[in-house]
Structures are given as structure tokens and as C-alpha cells.
């Protein structure tokens, strides 16, 4: 990739930008030196990469990349010296093991949704036992843990016995012979407990001098006394750090034999810490990846250049048969931010990061994009502004090709103006003949032209306020703009007087053209200002529209859910009669009946069941209210179930549930299968044959035995539900005795039950506390 195009877009601040979220050293410098890709499928790899790093990073998944450390000298030294590695470089080494499991783990849990991701994890290596070996022998600062082996645990018990062996020596000392010390305190020289005495007792003093103070006043003794035990204490610690030098040995030893392996696990992480920091970097930009086209086709949408900290989005579309844009406008109007955002967008995209647009921008992958933006005069080469563009020129030339961007700023600038135009006029001519994107900037009114009147090209114009003389920054393609410049100099306090002078020097057909540039403007953006309001009322009215046809749509959908549950409700009862038939018959069978009267019951159940079909089937619609409707005790409603009309009998409870009366018929119901009239007349409910099971074959007690709460409330309802139909006057409820809370819960029922005529614990013979006998009305 052209690295003058990379430094005059500032695709340093981006690489700054990405090194700043890596967390470890190696991913920093490889963002630092980040280059764009020019082969479409290695740059889709690394975009998909990023996109599933973003994802990583959204479901929450993250890894602790910054406080690992660095690990290269550690393993440059296993490689090339054989040297021991310190406590503090194998700590690091713990922490890379480390982060390379969860790295791998983490991923793995989830390959299915990250397998870009997992096809770099997979290949870390891994060593658990290396890992917690190192975790148990040493400590962050580096000290090595009495842990690290048993012999060095032992060892440091046996120094610690020996310490406190010398140190109760000398105590003793300090207590006979105070008055020889100039201090009462145990000092250590040359790693040897001292004490400190006075100069002119030290000859009186039996011991070994191993160092003096500086003014002479004190010298530092080891007395006889402790010579031995000193000695027994440093050969102690001589053996520790035999044992602790032993202990690195074995641990650099462990390392060196996967020293290949944590080479490539440094390479590994780094990519994974810098294609994560990618992903974090779209999040903070509220980047998308770009969708790449086919063809030479470059759009973006709502683009916003990153290093501005308020930019105005950027909608540019450029290809398909017009390959050159030639942008006007006035200074300081943005035409050279448009240019840097497009190349900055297309570098961004083919170093693997998303750009900062919103969905549905696209951009080709380009061999090369190439700038000419900004003033390069150099005098250091005696080169003008002219040549200096000239020069950039002949190296774009020599290298653009069909899968190239180009991007000239003030092109043609720096000579003439009749010379330039003309220049400019072929360049952009030529480039447009070899197949490139090309965006330029120019105030030559003859360039204006020149492009309006090609297919291959468009002219675009940076928005200008004319009432309030100040940019809006916002591009708009189509036709060329007005440089404004005479207006911007009479604002920017150039005399008025001058600025007039100014304009009557210009060539008509010159004053006529900024006229009429800015009269199209004008119309232009009133144009769009009624296109956006008719846009928005558009918007309006289909969603409106939307709303209606989806309540439509709820309204129709309930609809056929009611008819669906009635009728799924009506065959259920239908069946429920009919086995209550069957019982019936068989009883019937059981007491010698005639064949008549069996035939009579089933011609009973057969004429009701058809009833209740051809009722759900035919029946005229009933008018209702909306269910949110309030209910009253005796108010006739309509049951969708039964097809029929009922009287409430019991308002609703916590539940939803409530009982209505068809007929003679009691019925346990929930809220909404409940409809209210909106024009209430004599019921006419439909009739059902409720004597389908005998009083004798119903069972005399209930057994709530075992059961919860609601399941024991459901089953009461239910069995009195049948009593009252079948006109049976006492029933029993056995609920045990337990811990009372069952036979609690019924008492509650049964109080606030309008069927319950009385009711009452049983005697010593119906089982006292452990049931209940209701007397129903």
C-alpha cells in the first residue's frame, strides 16, 4: 500500500487509535504497524475476524490481555544462553499459560458462533500442571513459596529454628554486657548477626570486628558466643539457595522443552489481542463492516470521519459507470475532510476494521489508494506548490490502475488558472479511461463544466448557507457549487467597497455562473427540505397504517382463537357426556333394564351432542363487549364454549375464575372465556342433560390426600361442581390431619362457597379433624 497515501490520511491515528485498546506489548506493536490488505479474500478473513470479535465482546466474553507481561526476553534467553529463568519471568510465564487456557476454553465453549476465532485458539498450547506448579511455587513479587518443594520447606524451618537460636544468644548478651554496647540492638553485617560496640570496650569484648561505623565510635562485633550458631545459620541459607537455584533449574528446564510451543502461543495471543482490540475498536466507534461489491462500486453511508469530534456524516456514492467526482465549494467547506474520510474509510476496511458508517456502506477492495491532498511544497527540494503536485502526479499516473482510488486535492492548482483547468481536464480524463474510483476537489469553473457534461463523471458541491455565509459541511452530488468567495472575504472583513470593486471586475459569463450555481442551490435545497417533509409524512402514514393492520390482524387472530376454544370445549363436553352415558347404560345394563330404555339413553346423549354442534355451527352471532367489560352477580352473558347464554353466579377471584348457571347447571369458567350482552334478553341457555350419572354411583367423600394447595382447591370445585348437579345434599372432604394447613385452606373454600349450605368437622366415627362434612343448598 502507497505509504505517502497512508501518512497524508493520518492512518497513524487509527493505528494509535488500536494500539491503545491491545493489551499486551506484542499486539501494540502490531497495531503500530498495521498495513491495509489488497487481496479481497485475505481482507473478508480478517473483516469476518472482526466481526466475530465484536460479537465475542457484546455477548460479554472477555480476556485480561494487559497485565500478562512480556515473555520474550524470558524465552530469548531459554533459546539462545540456556540461562535460568527468575522467579518474576516464570511468574509471566504462569500468566501467559494462563490467559492461553481461558483463550482456548473460553472460545472452544462457543466455536459454533466464533469459528474464525477458534481456528486461531485452537492451536494454543496449553499446560495446566505447568501452570499450577508455578502458582504454588512463587509469588507475584518473585519470592519463591516454602511450597516450591518439601526439602525447601523443611529447609526454611530448620533457618528459622537456627535464627531464633542466635538472636536468644545475643539477647542474653545485650543483658550481661550492656553497658559495653553503644545501642541494645542486634544489627546484621556481611550477613552475620552483630552487635554493635563501643570502640573503646571492644578490646574488653570477645568476638570477630566485621565492620566499623563511619565516625569510628562503633564496631561491629560477633561474639564468640554465637560464632557457631551464626554459622550453622548461614550454611542453612546456603542450602536454601542451593535448593531455590534447583527449583529454577527444574522450572526453566519444563519451559525450555515447550520453549517452540510458547513461542508460537506469543504469536497466537498477540493475533487474538489485536483482532480483539478490533472488535472493541468497532464498538467504541460504532463501526459496521462494510459489505464488499462486486464490481468498482464504492458507497458509504453516514460516514464519519473518526479523528473529528462532531463531524457532519458523509453520504458519497461513486461507480457504476460514473467513476470520477469532482467536488466544489467553498474554502473551509469540507472538500478535503470528504476526501480523507473516503480514503480513511477504504484503509480502515482493508486493515480488517470496520469503519465507522452505518449498514449497508460498501466498498471495493482496492490495490492501492493514492492522495494528493494538501500543500507539499518543499524547499528543501526547490519544489513550488505546483511542482510538487506535478511530481505526485506523475507517480499516480505511473502506478493507478482499474482497482485503484485516487484522491486530488485542488487539482491543477498552483499555475495559471486557463493552464490548470485544461491540466486537470486531462487527468481526470485519463484516469477515468483506466477503470479508477477517482474523487477530486477544484474552483475552476471550466472543470464545472467539463464534468457536467460527462456520462463517466458527476459533479458534487459542498452545502453552503448563503443567508448566514458559513458551510454546512454536508456534500451534495448532482451539480457543481460556488466557491462563495468574495462573499466569505466581505465576512471575513474585507471592505465592502473592495468586494464590490472585486465582483465588477469578474467576466459576466463568470458573475452569470456563480449566479446561477447558487440560485440551483437555493432550489435545490428547498427541494430536498420538502422532499424530507414528504418523506417523513410518508413514514407517518405507513406507520399508521401498520399499527391499523396489525390490530386488524390481533382482532382477527382472537377471534378465531375464541371460536377454536369453543369449539375444542363444546366436543370436550360432548365426550364428557358421553362417557357419563355410557356409565348410565352400564348401570342400567346392571340393573336387568330392557333394551329400550338402553337405546332410549343413547338416543338421549346422541340428540345432545349434535345439538351442541349444530349450535356452535349455526348459531347467529351474539352482540358482546370487549372482555375488559365489568361483571355483576345475575348478569346474563354469553359462553363461546357452550354457544349458549348464563347468569353469573360467583364474581371472578384472584385467579380469573368465576361460575356461571346454564340452565341448572353450574359451570366453573375463567374470565375470558366470559363475553358480556350488550342487549340483554330472557335467557335461553341452551339445555343440557345433566342426569346422565346417577346420585348412587356418585362417590360419597373426596380425598385430598398428598395434594398441594390449588391442586386440592381445583379438585373441590370440580366434585361439587358435580354434587350440586346431581342434587346430592352432604358430602365428605377428607383432608387429614397433618399440620392442619389442608384442612385449612378447605374451611377458607367452603366459608366463601354460595353452594355450601354448612359445613362442619367430622365425629369420632366420620373421622373427626381429618374431614369434613358440607351440607350443600
Known sequence: ???????????????????????????????????????????????????????????????????????????????????????????????????????????????????????????????????????????????????????????????????????????????????????????????????????????????????????????????????????????????????????????????????????????????????????????????????????????????????????????????????????????????????????????????????????????????????????????AQSLSTFSSHIVRLVEILGKAGPRSLVLLDEIGVGTEPGEGAALAMAVLEELSARGCLLLSTTHYASLKAFVQERDDMINAAMEFDGERLQPTYRLRPGLPGSSFGLAMAEKLGLPRELVERARAKLDSKSVELEDLLGYLESVKADLEQAKAKAQKEAVAASRLAQEYEAKVKGWRVREDEILSQAKQEAEAIIAQARSAAEQAVALIRSQQASKESIKESRRILSRAGERLKEADAGQEPVPITDLSSELSLGQEVFLPLTNSRAKVVTLPDHAGRLKVQVGSVWMTVKRDQVQVLKNPEPAQAAKVQANFVSAEGFPPELHLLGLRADEALNRLDRYLDEAVLLGISRVRIVHGKGTGALRKVVKEALSKDSRIKSFRLGNWDEGQDGVTVAELK
Open 1 to 379: 500500500m502507497n505509504q505517502h497515501s497512508l501518512e497524508v490520511l493520518e492512518f497513524d491515528l487509527v493505528r494509535q487509535a488500536l494500539a491503545v485498546r491491545c493489551g499486551t506489548a506484542y499486539a501494540k506493536e502490531e497495531a503500530l504497524s498495521l498495513v491495509p490488505l489488497s487481496r479481497p479474500e485475505k481482507v473478508a478473513d480478517e473483516q469476518g475476524l472482526t466481526a466475530e470479535a465484536k460479537k465475542l465482546l457484546e455477548a460479554g466474553l472477555g480476556f485480561e490481555f494487559a497485565s500478562t507481561g512480556d515473555l520474550r526476553p524470558a524465552l530469548k534467553g531459554l533459546w539462545e544462553q540456556g540461562a535460568v529463568m527468575e522467579p518474576q519471568e516464570l511468574f509471566i510465564l504462569k500468566k501467559h499459560l494462563r490467559l492461553a487456557r481461558l483463550l482456548k476454553t473460553g472460545i472452544e465453549l462457543r466455536r459454533e458462533d466464533y469459528p474464525k476465532l477458534w481456528e486461531i485458539a485452537r492451536e494454543l498450547f496449553t499446560d495446566r500442571a505447568l501452570e499450577e506448579d508455578i502458582e504454588r511455587s512463587f509469588e507475584p513479587d518473585g519470592t519463591v513459596r516454602d511450597s516450591a518443594s518439601s526439602a525447601l520447606q523443611r529447609i526454611r524451618r530448620d533457618k528459622e529454628q537456627a535464627r531464633e537460636r542466635v538472636l536468644r544468644k545475643l539477647e542474653e548478651i545485650i543483658s550481661r554486657c550492656g553497658e559495653a554496647l553503644q545501642e541494645s540492638l542486634i544489627t546484621i553485617r556481611q550477613g552475620r548477626y552483630v552487635l554493635p560496640v563501643r570502640a573503646e570496650q571492644k578490646s574488653k569484648f570477645k568476638g570477630i570486628i566485621h565492620d566499623t561505623s563511619a565516625s569510628g565510635a562503633t564496631a561491629f562485633m560477633e561474639p564468640l558466643a554465637t560464632v557457631e550458631l551464626n554459622n550453622r545459620l548461614r550454611q542453612i541459607e546456603i542450602d536454601e539457595q542451593h535448593e531455590i537455584e534447583r527449583i529454577l533449574r527444574s522450572f526453566s528446564s519444563r519451559a525450555r522443552e515447550n520453549s517452540e510451543h510458547l513461542g508460537t502461543n506469543l504469536s497466537l495471543i498477540s493475533r487474538l489481542d489485536l483482532i480483539i482490540s478490533r472488535g472493541q475498536l468497532a464498538l467504541d466507534w460504532q463501526a459496521t463492516a462494510p459489505l464488499i461489491p462486486e464490481g468498482n462500486y464504492l458507497r458509504l453511508i453516514q460516514a464519519k470521519h473518526p479523528a473529528l469530534s462532531s463531524p457532519v456524516p458523509l453520504d458519497l456514492e461513486l461507480g457504476d459507470g460514473r467513476k470520477a467526482m469532482v467536488i466544489t465549494g467553498p474554502n473551509t467547506g469540507g472538500k478535503s475532510v470528504v476526501l480523507k474520510t473516503v480514503g480513511l474509510m477504504a484503509l480502515m476496511h482493508q486493515a480488517g476494521l470496520q469503519v465507522p458508517a452505518q449498514e449497508g456502506t460498501a466498498l471495493p477492495v482496492f490495490d492501492d489508494v493514492f492522495a494528493d491532498i494538501g500543500d507539499e511544497q518543499s524547499i
